[in-house]
């Protein structure tokens, strides 16, 4: 059987989670890396203020870059 599991869950959390059974099918257990929804949004958010920090620093240089919370 193929178990869905999250990738990001122990960098972001702290310890893995198990999404599922992606499925039933043949004789053992494998598994397969996705991200859940939770991960997702913190990744998205992660990548989005590299970006926005980079463009700053391309436009403005350091001396106006805003404090990300
Ligand atoms: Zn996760």
Do not use: N
């Amino acid at each position: 059987m193929l178990i869905s599991r999250c990738a990001w869950h122990p960098r972001y959390h702290g310890y893995p989670l198990v999404e599922g059974v992606a499925s039933w099918s043949g004789w053992g257990v494998k598994f397969t890396d996705g991200i859940c929804a939770d991960c997702a949004v913190r990744f998205r958010d992660e990548y989005r203020a590299f970006f926005e920090r980079r463009q700053l620093d391309d436009t403005h240089g350091p001396e106006v870059r805003r404090q990300v919370a």
